[in-house]
């Protein structure tokens, strides 16, 4: 079974602009999570997506969004690029996001804002 | 408000025993997670407890206590690969998010 797929896996953009990250889960799954990761900050819940909807929201400002299509990919975008939105974006996928469901990562998108 | 609090980092000798530790304070509790993080790689789900007790998956054993809110991860016969930062996780709250821990960095040295 294929493992969890981020695209792209490196991305530099400056100040101002939007990216958008794409996730692919693990086929079967229909939670996807996406973190912030910064080093020493551990990772930072952003939101989560099950079935088309999102479920759980963390405390980031509205510029970052993100949204889930039927085939259960999930993509993530930030809008107006700040410098400290500079981290690795990982994704994860579970089958139902349940309490005793594990979230399998993906490689994660290494995002640079200049 | 949910804390979760590990070591930030711990060294170790190659072949020896090291155990990571886990204090958490959360609103609710549905189980807890240890991930294993090499240097640029994504998390990789190493144990999940939910029921007091020790769980043990070969040189990797994971302990939780909920009434002490405590949890740690032993690792034995280290070796050097086994060098990366590890990760704890707590599913807890009405809508079953993880709350996650800041992370352990392990150094092996020989």
């Known amino acids: 079974k294929a493992g969890v797929t981020q695209t792209p896996r490196y991305l530099i953009k400056t100040r101002g602009q939007q990216v958008t990250l794409s996730c692919s889960p693990i086929s079967g799954h229909r939670s996807v999570s996406w973190y912030q990761q910064t080093p020493g900050q551990g990772l930072q819940f952003l939101f989560e997506y099950f079935s088309e909807t999102q479920r759980n929201k963390g405390n980031f400002p509205g510029r970052f969004s993100g949204r889930q299509f039927s085939n259960s990919r999930s993509e993530m975008n930030v809008s107006t690029l700040e410098l400290g939105d500079s981290a690795l974006y990982l994704c994860a996928s579970s089958s139902a996001g349940g309490e005793a469901d594990t979230q399998y990562f993906g490689p994660g998108t290494r995002l640079t804002v200049l | 408000g949910q804390n979760i609090d590990q070591p930030t980092e711990m060294t170790a000798t190659e072949g020896a025993i090291v155990q990571i530790n886990c204090t958490y304070q959360t609103s609710g509790f549905n189980g807890l997670f240890w991930y294993q993080q090499h240097a640029g790689e994504a998390p990789t789900f190493l144990s999940y407890n939910v029921l007091d007790g020790l769980e043990e998956k070969g040189r990797f054993s994971s302990f939780l206590s909920r009434s002490k809110g405590y949890s740690y991860l032993l690792l034995k016969e280290l070796q050097m690969k086994d060098s990366a930062s590890y990760l704890c996780?707590?599913?807890?709250?009405?809508?079953?998010?993880?709350?996650w821990g800041a992370g352990t960095k392990l150094i092996i040295k020989p």
């Open positions: 996780a707590v599913r807890a709250g009405d809508g079953y998010q993880l709350i």
